[in-house]
C-alpha cells in the first residue's frame, strides 16, 4: 500500500514532534511505502520512506493555499497513493483515496475569540480555516484526535459518530523517562518555566500581571523563565521591553533543546497558562519529570494531569490568582520545605 503524508505545517514544537512520531511508525511498517509531504521539516528518506519538501510553502497563505488546492492533489494522484493521513488538520480535496486526518488546532472550537485588527492570522483561523477543518470533519474516513476532550467536543459540536474517532496521544521521549528524577533547587531563589511559543493565546500576559502582584506583595525571590527571545514579535517584543525598564525577575532564554528543557523540568515549578491547547505537551512532560506543575483550570489541562498530585489550577485570567498560588510555593521553599502544591 502507498501512504501519503502531509505535514507542511510543521516547523518545530509539538507538531514537529508528532510527525517525528509518524515518521518513526512509518519506518517500523516496510511492508508499505510511504510519502512524507512536508515544508521546511527535516526528515530523511529511508528504505520505504520518500520525502518531499516544498519550502516555499513557508513565503506566505497564498502560497500555502496553492499547495493545498493545487499541488497536494496532483501528488497524490501522480503517484498512486491507496491512503492519505493529513496531519494538518484539513484533508486533500480533490481526490477520491481514503482519508485520515489528525484534527489538533483546538483555535476554530475555542471560546476566546480573537479580533482580525489584533490578531489577522488567529482570526482567520477561527472564522476562514474553521469552515475547512469543519467540512474536513464530515467528510474524512477517519478523525484522529489527541484527548477525550476534544473528541467529546466535536461529537457535541458537529454530531459526529464515536465509532469515527480515533483517539491517539502523542508518545512523550524515552528521554524523559529516562532521566525521570528529582532535581530540587537548592539556592534561594524560586525559578518558574514557561516552555511556549510567541502566540498570544500562549497568554504570557497573565505571567508578567502576576509578577507584578508579587513585588508589589514584596515578594521578590524568586525568577520566571521564558523560552522566548523577546523579538518573535510586536507583542512580545512589548513586553520584553516592559520587562528591561521594569527590572522583572524573568528571563527570555530563546530556544532551548529538549535536554535543556527537561532539566528546567526537573528543577523548576512549570507554568501553563495557555488560553487553548489540545494537547499540551509540557504538562505531559513536566508529569514525567515529577514537576510541580501550575496550569490553566481549562478541559485540555484537567485531562492531561487527572490524578497527578503535584498540579494545581487557576483561572488563567485571574493574575491574582495565579499570584497567590506561586507566593505559596515561594514560602514553602523559603522554608526549606518541597514545594507540593
Not at 136 to 157: G, P
Request: charged share 25%.
Amino acid at each position: 500500500m502507498r501512504i501519503m503524508i502531509f505535514d507542511v505545517a510543521a516547523d518545530s514544537g509539538g507538531a514537529l514532534a508528532v510527525l517525528k512520531q509518524y515518521y518513526e511508525k512509518a519506518k517500523e511498517d516496510i511492508e508499505n511505502e510511504y510519502y512524507f509531504v512536508l515544508s521546511i521539516a527535516n526528515i530523511s528518506n529511508s528504505e520505504n520512506i520518500k520525502v518531499m519538501n516544498f519550502p516555499w510553502i513557508k513565503r506566505n497563505w497564498l502560497y500555502r493555499i496553492f499547495f493545498d488546492e493545487f499541488v497536494a492533489p496532483f501528488l497524490v494522484k501522480k503517484n498512486k497513493v491507496d491512503k492519505v493521513i493529513s496531519l494538518q488538520n484539513i484533508i486533500i480535496p480533490k481526490v477520491s483515496v481514503y482519508q485520515e486526518v489528525l484534527v489538533h488546532n483546538a483555535l476554530p472550537f475555542s471560546d476566546y475569540k480573537f479580533k482580525f485588527i489584533c490578531e489577522p492570522l488567529l482570526w482567520t483561523y477561527q472564522n476562514i480555516i474553521r469552515r475547512k477543518i469543519i467540512k474536513s470533519i464530515y467528510k474524512a474516513d477517519r478523525i484522529i484526535v489527541q484527548t477525550n476532550w476534544f473528541k467529546n467536543e466535536l461529537i457535541q459540536q458537529f454530531n459526529v459518530s464515536d465509532s469515527k474517532i480515533l483517539i491517539d496521544h502523542p508518545k512523550v521521549s524515552s528521554l524523559s523517562l529516562e532521566t525521570n528524577h528529582n532535581h530540587h533547587n537548592t539556592s534561594n531563589v524560586v525559578s518558574f518555566f514557561y516552555p511556549s511559543s510567541a502566540m498570544s493565546f500562549k497568554n504570557h500576559d497573565v505571567l508578567i500581571n502576576a509578577v507584578r502582584i508579587l513585588l508589589n506583595n514584596h515578594v521578590s525571590n524568586f525568577r520566571l523563565i521564558l523560552t522566548l527571545s523577546g523579538d518573535e514579535n510586536k507583542r512580545i517584543s512589548n513586553l520584553f521591553q516592559i520587562v528591561l525598564q521594569d527590572k522583572l525577575p524573568i528571563d527570555f532564554v530563546g530556544y532551548l533543546k529538549q535536554d535543556e528543557v527537561y532539566e528546567f523540568y526537573r528543577s523548576t515549578t512549570l507554568i501553563f497558562p495557555s488560553l487553548i491547547e489540545t494537547f499540551g505537551l509540557p504538562l505531559i512532560e513536566g508529569k514525567m519529570h515529577n514537576a510541580n506543575i501550575i496550569a490553566s483550570d481549562l478541559p485540555y489541562a484537567r485531562e492531561l494531569l487527572d490524578s497527578y498530585e503535584k498540579a494545581v489550577f487557576f483561572d488563567p485570567e485571574d493574575p491574582v490568582q495565579l499570584s497567590n498560588i506561586m507566593e505559596e510555593c515561594i514560602q514553602k521553599h523559603s522554608k526549606k520545605e518541597v514545594c507540593r502544591i
